[in-house]
């Protein structure tokens, strides 16, 4: 079976715990509004790879990620749900730890056979009310939320993340709403706030399309740290 691979970054830090090799696959059904990595939205031919090579390059890094893993990035990797499946069976052979980083929209057979496998998933909420996710993100907001809940059922440790938008949901208001949200889950281990940056800006003006919060500020360590410490009361 193959697979659209986009890259692999071989020492990850951040993506799970420990040091971890990270597979980005290509392809994505969202367009997000603040997206950084645009040129994973389209499954590209020249991306495809066997699941036997793939994993043979994964366990090329065992000796560096044995106390880590291996994490499904993207793009949307639940968009390639039965390839990661047969990929993460040879990686849970080799005694590897698995965590998908996921918006978490999409639920069907091939995505509870993945999850046989996964030991952890980093889920993004992405915002904390219908208008603003319906705006910038095009979907319905239910949707990773009935995920959360079906991890909760299954007993798959989760790991939310929310990218913080300057003007958008980076007041107090917005961060004790997505803790209210969160509350009656048991099965959360962490809340990541994560700092909204413009890196991709190049990536977008190579492409030749427009980066719809270019005109938007990042967002600075202080204001994660202040919004950090109002979540953690």
């Known amino acids: 079976m193959k697979g659209y691979i986009h890259s692999i970054q071989s020492l990850g830090t951040v993506d799970g715990p420990g040091v971890r090799a990270v597979i980005f696959t290509d392809g994505c059904h969202l367009r997000c509004s603040f997206c950084q990595n645009p040129d994973t939205w389209v499954a590209k031919e020249e991306n495809l790879m066997d699941e036997g ?64 496998y996964v030991d952890l998933v980093l889920l993004d909420i992405k915002f904390n009310n219908e208008s603003d996710y319906k705006k910038h993100v095009k979907d319905d907001m239910n949707k990773p939320f009935a995920f959360l809940k079906m991890l909760e059922e299954r007993g798959i440790p989760v790991w939310i993340r929310q990218v913080i938008i300057p003007t958008i949901n980076d007041t107090e208001e917005e961060v ?6 969160l509350a009656p889950y048991k099965n959360i281990e962490k809340v990541e706030l994560l700092q909204f940056r413009k890196l991709c800006l190049e990536k977008y003006e190579q492409m030749g399309i427009d980066f719809p919060l270019k005109d938007y500020p990042e967002t600075s360590k202080e204001k994660i740290a202040e919004l950090e410490k109002i979540f953690n009361i």
């Open 176 to 181: 004790l709403a997505l803790k209210k949200r």
């Open 53 to 116: 090579e793939l994993v043979r390059r994964i366990l090329r890094l065992r000796s560096y990620i044995k106390d880590g893993g291996v994490t499904f990035s993207g793009g949307e990797p639940l968009l390639q749900a039965e390839f990661l499946t047969e990929v993460a069976k040879k990686l849970k052979d080799n005694r590897l730890h698995i965590t998908l980083d996921t918006s978490g929209t999409i639920m069907n057979e091939k995505v509870d056979k993945l999850l046989d």
